[in-house]
């Protein structure tokens, strides 16, 4: 339902998904149906979008071939409804995917996903509830994931600075 009210009213998502993704996939394919066959009935050019037009996958623990899945399924350009004065339209989601150093860096295939994912998918995140931890732990995430990656902190900043303001469309 958060899915289908996303992609009604064009919001981004926020997703924490922990060894579920094969039903998210199944909800997210869901989705699309449902709102493909939902556009058939509509000729308002608003009503053309399948999916909520950005996603974002918080403290991701899948594996890279996951995180290329998620992409190639959800990025994937996908033909509307043919407007009365121009061609078929195409609306697709961008993938954002954030990895927090308290939950995923333990992990050994963490590093192999940030590199699958690219500077252009991330978003720099912690998980702490705990004000005092976040600037540490924010330290932390951009060493490592600048590393993984090879560019510098400020490269890796504002990239990430860049892709938040994008996922939220935030103007500044």
């Known amino acids: ?10 919001r981004p998502v926020s997703v ?23 556009n058939q009935d509509h000729d308002d050019e608003d009503q053309n979008h399948v999916l909520p037009p950005r996603m974002y996958f918080h403290a991701f623990g899948g594996k890279a071939s996951t995180a290329i899945q998620l992409i190639r399924t959800l990025e994937k350009p996908r033909k509307g409804r043919k407007q009365k004065t121009s061609k ?14 308290l939950i995923n860096f333990g ?15 991330l978003v720099l ?8 931890k976040v600037g540490h732990s924010m330290n932390i995430g951009i060493e490592v994931i600048s590393n993984a990656l090879q560019v510098t ?18 103007s500044i």
């Open 1 to 10: 339902l958060q899915l289908l009210l996303a992609t009604k009213y064009q």
């Open 16 to 38: 924490h998904c922990v060894r579920a993704m094969g039903k998210m996939l199944d909800t997210i394919n869901e989705v699309i149906a449902t709102t493909s066959l939902s």
């Open 88 to 101: 078929s339209t195409i609306a697709k989601t961008k993938v954002y995917f954030g990895f927090a150093p």
């Open 107 to 121: 992990s050994p295939k963490t590093i192999e996903v940030i590199q699958t994912v690219g500077i252009n998918r």
């Open 125 to 132: 995140e912690t998980d702490h509830e705990d004000i005092r």
């Open 153 to 170: 902190p400020e490269v890796l900043i504002n990239a990430t600075n860049n892709n938040v303001k994008d996922l939220y469309r935030i």
